[in-house]
């Protein structure tokens, strides 16, 4: 038996840079992960068995059991067939933090240890998201998804991550952009454990998906507003293709005091105070 924790991924910056003939978008994106997020426990089963999933935890409702689970899909690619897996979930689904593709790694590194089995080669099949989340450290990311370069420093950032409980697909946010040939960042990425000012730097970067998002739910904008009125809240933005937003602070426990606040005030939403890096 072994289990993997899948954190949620935030895109710090998610520029569009282009549109591959297949429709799929060029992406350059910044990439760091939350110390909070779903689990993934794997227990062997006998030859014949074949695969089960069980999902538990605060979040579960509506998150698929079946075959279309990202984390049965990665178990098949894998070439797994006998494995009892259980999700538990405490990350919201379709909220732009990855949670199906941070899962399916889990998913990989579970069968890695509890199966010895190799993680496989391809995993862009299973979702643009899931050769980052294999990494699971801050990262770029470029290409459709396929190409990550993991940072090999990055100072950890205090961050409350708000989601108004609002469902987005993300196709649909990529339809709905204006222009899809936006500036990459910039082709040298700073030293981000250096005494550097990272606020001023991630002013000068976007996520080109935000605007697009908003337009189609305005519950996005209302969450980008409520972030940004919170005392100490110092960038403010979307992460993925919505509707989950971040507000970075100076220290864990500015983050951990804006999230009760906020909690307070909207109580139907899904708040979090977490560490990134
Ligand atoms: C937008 C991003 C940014 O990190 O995050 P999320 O909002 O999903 O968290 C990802 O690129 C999403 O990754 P993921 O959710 O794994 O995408 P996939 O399942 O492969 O694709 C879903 C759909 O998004 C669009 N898509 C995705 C990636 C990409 N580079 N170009 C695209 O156009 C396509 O319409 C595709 O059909
Ligand atoms: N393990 C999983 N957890 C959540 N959603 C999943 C999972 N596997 C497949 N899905 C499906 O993937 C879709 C996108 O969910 P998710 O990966 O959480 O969102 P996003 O791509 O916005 O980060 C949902 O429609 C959901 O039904």
Redo the contacts with the bound molecule.
Sequence with gaps: MAEAFAPA?V?LS?H?VG??AD?????D?L?VFADIGDRVRVEPRPSGSGLSLTVTGPLAAGVPTGPENLVIKAAKLAGVRDAAITLDKHLPA????????SDAAATLRAIQTALDVPIPKGL?Q?????P?CAVAQAAR?E???ERVTALPRFTPLSAVLANPRVA?A??P???ALSAKDNAPMPAELPDFAAPFDLLEWLQNTRND?QDAACGLHSAIGATLDALSALEGARLVRM????ATCFALFANRTAAEEAARVLQQREPNWWVEACTLS
């Design positions: 991924k895109n998610l569009v549109q591959r429709g799929y978008h060029l992406l994106s990439v379709e909220a732009g933090i990855g949670g199906g593709s862009e299973l979702g643009a998201d899931v980052v990311m290409g459709t998804g987005v993300t196709p946010v990529f339809k998906l992460s993925g293709s919505g």
